[in-house]
């Protein structure tokens, strides 16, 4: 079997500031074939340090990564003909090539433009269709150096369009993912250990991630027996699964909205348009989606979708009946089926011991109701309180749409939520 | 001066199911005290491939993070005590620790747990105040072998129990950034290369990241030089700067408006919502955002936001006619004191001849006038589309604060912006 590792050269992989992404992306890419990254490793910005670790290398591919930019803290190309012991030169196509993407963009091609067409005289240009950088490959006895430009989009360009042929998918393998919401990786995993006990003991590939807000779960292997572990996952956990492969949890609300001829509007304060914005994240959503409402400060609450000053003062903004009433406001004034509205307290500050900072009240008004929900964010900093609220936003909607009004608990009509005193808060979820 | 490196072990950071926070965290760690991490690399969970790891390594200080679990898959006290080519044998004081630990969380001690205090003989364990695992180190020749559990937060704890005395922070070093917005990274590069190469001839250390829709700038080096080096790019580059060291471009905007105690609202179309989002990121933006308009049909600008119909009719949706008449509309509305509008193609679908995807109209209403400007944001995603014109929408406010109304070119009055043919298109940026 072809062995193959990868090389990510920068600075900023070693000091921190930048996460890698090319070789987990890689990583990942090889995994979902079949194939496996033997081995990575990061390397400053050092032409001495990038020429050791070219020597060191031993898998028959070497992917290297980065120090292709335009400016001189870009090594790589020095690097690599000092390791082949040749001359820098120009290589005319690509400098035409370069010369044209910035003509069509109107930008200066300035000399630093230049230095990206150099490659070493014995290397073999790898034309790029999606960035100014191209690539080369340099043969070294039996390994093959293949250099890429280190912009995570490029990169895994470079590596669909050049490893791909040399790692085809191995015949009868699958990889799926799914993708959920509203759960902690803890639980889930626990959830499921029988199920990915049996899975990774019949040699399937079991990989969990949070990213929050979601978690995903990978599976890959043997075709037939990665569907039956995912109908079984499914069978226990789907109701906190948001996405799939391809499908994102917008896209999914989407095509849902869409089958029904249904519309969203949103009553925003602690995302102040996070919502609308992740609604809106596809294309096409102004099939379902029209406005939107960021009511941040509590005289907009008013104002624009008609809380109650009364209910204000005494359940405050972040409280079940205001947003019920932000909700049933907005669809009322926005004309569409269902509205989404949150308040909740995002924080670093404005928490307190009865409303701590990552308590989130959740209203979605429909025509069968109001139903309300309560989530807190435990120890979460303000972005995250944000994009899990989102989230969770979405996937109430979702719910509904799926799994009907019976999943969502008890309803309040417009007399419960225009009295001020009429809503019981529901139960912390 | 002392090097370091590190060696990640686990297949997870291969597969791109983990990335990893390990080497980002100590050589973030190491940076922020005025050293350098020199290399770091991933290894599976192979015991020969951990020994080859640690035999390449060259670095005077190795450290070794993951594979010291109670589980079958974790290799590297096996890899040590081959490398050191000695036995495993148990360290009874590491065991009473880990026995305790159990105890006190009324949890089973199995044999696997056992694992966890066995160690090389030769090594030195480093005892725990955070996990179960303890670390260990081995001398070999004049390198110092240093073992850590892979836990991120028991990784860090012992990145500063164990490595922080041996780096102490560098007196005089310093370190600072930079963001910048609205100029490509070539473009950057090319207009601060004489300073760049002065200060790297200097000794200090400069770095460039594209983290779009910005892009940082960093220099690092003796205080006094990076202080000079700093004030000479600002000079040049200081219109096109957004947020520097701490503080970004919202956190920036709103000490802006709080020390003039003033305030700006939203209206937005093909952003839905993220202009108002990105406002709001920081805490305590109450303080100058009160409310906000996503108005993504176009019966939603006439009805929320003022639109006139016939301006619509004539010019469309995505035009500067239209986006003033929001904002102008919007700023009346909310009562504010400016109002941000844009209106723009995201795509992927939508684009044509004269109206490109990405192209994208904004409107700045302040109480000297209306501002426009048109971006056409070229070859971009739908999220990078939405993601760009978030960010120059605040730092077309940011240059109106900071530089005044000269900076913004002409400013149209109400009359000429609800004349339906009042406005010029003004230059494209």
Same mark, same amino acid.
């Given at each position: 079997?072809? %062995? ?34 033997? $081995?990575? &490793? ?12 070219? $020597? ?18 870009? &090594?790589?190309?020095?690097?690599a003909a000092q390791f082949a012991q040749c001359d820098l030169v120009t290589h005319e196509p690509s400098l ?51 250099? @890429? #430009? *280190?912009? #995570?989009?490029?990169?895994?360009? @470079? ?16 990889r799926t993912m799914l993708v959920f919401h509203g759960l902690g990786e803890s639980a889930l995993a626990a ?10 003991? *019949? *040699? ?25 572990? &995912? ?99 907005? &669809? ?29 009240? @959740?209203?979605?008004? %429909? ?6 929900? $309560? ?24 719910? @509904? ?22 809503? #019981? ?5």
């Amino acid at each position: 079997m072809t %062995t193959i590792e990868a090389i990510c050269i920068g600075d900023e992989l070693l000091e921190g500031r930048t996460r890698d992404a090319n070789a987990a992306a890689l990583g990942e890419y090889l995994a979902s074939r079949g194939h496996a990254l033997s $081995r990575a &490793r990061f390397v400053r910005d050092d032409p001495d340090e990038i020429v050791a670790a070219l $020597r060191e290398s031993v898998a028959d591919v070497v992917v290297v990564g980065g120090g292709l930019g335009p400016t001189s803290d870009d &090594r790589t190309r020095d690097a690599a003909a000092q390791f082949a012991q040749c001359d820098l030169v120009t290589h005319e196509p690509s400098l035409l090539h370069i010369a044209s993407r910035f003509a069509s963009r109107e930008q200066d091609f300035t000399s630093n433009n230049h230095r990206q067409a150099l490659f070493p005289q014995s290397a073999t240009p790898l034309p790029t269709e999606v960035g100014t950088a191209p690539g080369f490959t340099l043969q070294d006895g039996r390994r093959l150096l293949m250099f @890429f #430009p *280190g912009v #995570p989009h490029e990169y895994l360009w @470079f590596v669909e369009r050049y490893i791909g042929p040399r790692f085809a998918v191995r015949a009868e393998f699958e990889r799926t993912m799914l993708v959920f919401h509203g759960l902690g990786e803890s639980a889930l995993a626990a959830t499921i250990a029988d199920i990915v006990d049996a899975a990774e003991q *019949g *040699g399937q590939i079991v990989g969990f991630r949070a990213a929050y807000p979601v978690i995903e779960l990978k599976l890959a292997g043997e075709r037939a027996a990665v569907a039956e572990t &995912r109908a079984k996952v499914l069978e226990r956990l789907g109701d906190w699964c948001v996405g799939e492969d391809d499908e994102s949890l917008p896209a999914r609300l989407g095509r849902q909205l869409v089958a029904r001829g249904e519309s969203v509007t949103t009553a925003e304060s602690c995302t102040a348009g996070g919502i609308a914005a992740l609604l809106t994240e596809v294309g096409g959503s102004s099939a379902w989606f029209e406005r939107g409402y960021v009511t941040y400060a509590n005289a907009a609450k008013v104002a624009e979708v008609g809380v109650l000053e009364s209910t204000l003062a005494v359940h405050g903004a972040v409280s079940a009946q205001t947003v019920c009433q932000m909700a049933a406001g907005a &669809r009322r004034r926005a004309d569409a089926t269902y509205a989404l509205a949150v308040s909740g307290i995002a924080g670093p500050g404005g928490g307190t011991p009865e409303k701590p900072v990552g308590t989130v009240h @959740f209203a979605l008004a %429909t025509n069968e109701g109001t139903f309300h929900r $309560r989530v807190h964010y435990q120890r979460a900093s303000r972005s995250k309180v944000r994009a899990g609220t989102a989230y969770t936003a979405l996937a109430m909607l979702l719910a @509904f749409l799926e799994r009907g009004p019976a999943s969502m608990g008890h309803a309040w009509d417009d007399h419960e939520i225009w009295a001020p005193t009429g809503i #019981p808060a529901s139960e912390e979820t």
